[in-house]
Structures are given as structure tokens and as C-alpha cells.
């Protein structure tokens, strides 16, 4: 009798939706037929101006055959003069990724509010901690529908998610969006892993709200994606639990040395910081000149466009084929948009030379 071992499998396993995630250079340069110094990566929100000398010149130095520190004593405490709390108050994690699951593995709430159109991942691990996802779509301009973000509280659900910046509209909470969120009897999770492009931090709030964690990276701001750091911000007695239950080594030695040497030179960052902003305006008032491509503002590092008159996937793949690279969403609400990451003025430059060849076409 043949058997096979998916017999082991969770019985949902085939209701679970996938997570999409963008591919590697070096995946799409063959793909695609363009080698990869050609390729034009404006789809991922990535800081394309790389990391500091000096992180690099650390991580040489840093002793990779030694485990880390399972209590990131000295990350912490990087982190915490950094966002102005105390180290009781911080976990690390391998990105912000692991803290939202951490966050679920916690509370292992029956239901969880995803307001949509938003980041992936809330949904993608909810569903994988069998946590319902009740969808709370944003209302015009994308703006967060309090109103049902409550009624989905009131219904059962025990944590919410919001990103702020948001991911892939751009907007912001408002400072009394957070207040009136914080008021309910959840857990609010609001990911600021873009807030050093724009918006106001609710790291203030935390000493009023204890119900409040918030989500940060260095893989956007400092340019370190590819070492997968982030934290969260929290109330001591959450932080505690979350240390408690997270992986022991979690955030590898690369990782550690190379967050807190940005920390120390961030300074240096913030002026690449404020040239991605720059470049995003730039960008947005460019394109918006195509009269085809309409920008919603952005305090991000990256602006969803609405795209008038075309189809946005045919875009998404006429730009591909010239080897730049945007995304697009499969989903309804986003089907007539493209998002485009903030690059170097040369990045922009190649951008608007593919779409003008693509109106010319």
C-alpha cells in the first residue's frame, strides 16, 4: 500500500495563504535576461545606498563563531537610547517579522483586525496561528476605519495590526487615531518600520497605554535587510513575556553588531535618509507628469501609484522586461496601483526612461 507523508500535515495546510515575497537579483537578472547590474530594484522599499563602511568594516570584525547574546543586553540598551525608552522595554528580533509572530504566539488570539490593504505578513501569520482574520478595509484616501476597527474588538478580536507609515498606501496614523485605537480592549500592534521617512511616532504613548507595541527595523532606515533586525517597544511586563518565548539566539552576531553601529552612526544615516526623501518627491512629481500615473501622498520610502488608462500589470511587466522592477498587487483593491520604492537619482533616471518607452511603444 503506498502511503505519503502529507498524511502528517495540518489538516488546514491547504487553506493557508502564501505569503509573497520578491525575488533575489540574481533570480530575476536570469528571469528576466538582464544582467543584474542592470536591473533597477524599486520593489522592495530597500535603501539601495547600502550600508555604512563602518558596518561592514564591524561585521569583519565581529566574532562569528560565538553565540549571541540570548538576553541582547547590549543591542537593548542600543536600542532603547535610540528610541527614547528603557531597555526593559525592548525586545529584538530577527526582523519585525518574528515579533508579530511572537506577538501571536503570546496572546493566541481566536481573532486578530488586519486593515487592508496593508503588509502581508499580519494575515499570512495569523492564518498560520489559526487566528481569524477579520479584513477592516480602509476607507477613502485609505484612511483607517476606526469605526470598524472597533466593531471587529467588540466581536472578539484581541489584537490589532495597523503599519504607520502604511504599507503600500503611504499615509500615517494620526496621533488621536492612536489615542482612539488605544482605547479599546485589544492589543494594538502599530508597525513603524518606515517612521524614519515620515510620520509621528507613538513611542510617547507607551508610558499611558500599556495595551501598545510597537514594531521597528533597521532594514529600511539603515539599509540592512539582508541581516533581518528589528524590535519592539513595549510595556516592561509584555516585553518580559515576549523575551520569554522568543528563539534564544534569534538575532544572529552580524546582526547585533551591525544595529548597533548604525545606531552610533546615525548621524551618517539620516542624510541618506533625508536624500530617499528627497528622491521620493522627486520621483513622484516626475512620473506624475505622465498624466497616467497619479501619486497618493507618501510619508514612506516608497509612493503607490495610481495608474489610469493601462493595465497596472501590464506595466508592471513592460517596465520588468527593461529590468525595472515595481510591484503589483493581485488583489482588488489594488489592481489599478503600482508601488514604487524610493532609489538613487540614477535609479529614477532609468525609471522614467523605461516608462517613456513604454508610452512610445
Keep these: 500500500m503506498q502511503t505519503t507523508p502529507l498524511r502528517y500535515l495540518r489538516a488546514d495546510f491547504d487553506d493557508l495563504e502564501e505569503y509573497t515575497p520578491v525575488k533575489p537579483l540574481d533570480v530575476l537578472a536570469a528571469e528576466i535576461g538582464v544582467p543584474i547590474e542592470r536591473l533597477v530594484k524599486l520593489d522592495a522599499n530597500e535603501n539601495l545606498y547600502g550600508p555604512l563602511p563602518e558596518i561592514r568594516e564591524a561585521i569583519a570584525r565581529a566574532d562569528l563563531h560565538i553565540y549571541p547574546d540570548p538576553g541582547q543586553t547590549a543591542l537593548r540598551e542600543a536600542i532603547a537610547g535610540y528610541a527614547g525608552v528603557t531597555p526593559e522595554q525592548v525586545v529584538a528580533g530577527t526582523g519585525a517579522d518574528e515579533l508579530i509572530d511572537i506577538v501571536l504566539r503570546l496572546t493566541m488570539p481566536e481573532a486578530v483586525v488586519n486593515v487592508t490593504p496593508t503588509f502581508g505578513m499580519y494575515q499570512f501569520l495569523a492564518q498560520l496561528g489559526r487566528a481569524r482574520v477579520v479584513d477592516v478595509p480602509r476607507l477613502a484616501g485609505f484612511a483607517p476605519d476606526l469605526k470598524g476597527i472597533a466593531d471587529a474588538v467588540a466581536g472578539g478580536a484581541r489584537v490589532v495590526f495597523l503599519t504607520s507609515p502604511n504599507n503600500p498606501t503611504g499615509n500615517a496614523l494620526r496621533p488621536e487615531e492612536v489615542d482612539a485605537l488605544c482605547e479599546l480592549d485589544a492589543l494594538i500592534v502599530v508597525d513603524e518600520a518606515y517612521i524614519e521617512f515620515g510620520g509621528q511616532t507613538a513611542t510617547g504613548k507607551l508610558a499611558r497605554y500599556d495595551n501598545l507595541i510597537l ?147
Design 215 to 361: 514594531l521597528r527595523t533597521f532594514s529600511k532606515w539603515a539599509a540592512l535587510a539582508g541581516l533581518r533586525v528589528g524590535y519592539a517597544l513595549c510595556h516592561p511586563e509584555l516585553a518580559l513575556r515576549m523575551m520569554a518565548i522568543k528563539q534564544p539566539y534569534n538575532v544572529n552576531v552580524a546582526a547585533d553588531v551591525a544595529a548597533r553601529v548604525a545606531i552610533e552612526h546615525r548621524g551618517q544615516i539620516a542624510e541618506m535618509v533625508s536624500a530617499m526623501v528627497a528622491e521620493r518627491d522627486r520621483m513622484a512629481r516626475l512620473v506624475a507628469e505622465t498624466g497616467w500615473l497619479r501619486p497618493l501622498p507618501s510619508e514612506a520610502n516608497f509612493v503607490l501609484f495610481e495608474v489610469h488608462g493601462r493595465s497596472a500589470l501590464e506595466v508592471r511587466d513592460g517596465l520588468r522586461r527593461q529590468g525595472v522592477l515595481v510591484r503589483y498587487y493581485d488583489r482588488p483593491d489594488l489592481r489599478n496601483y503600482i508601488r514604487i520604492s524610493a532609489g538613487r537619482p540614477e535609479d529614477t533616471d532609468r525609471l522614467l526612461a523605461a516608462l517613456h518607452h513604454l508610452e512610445t511603444a
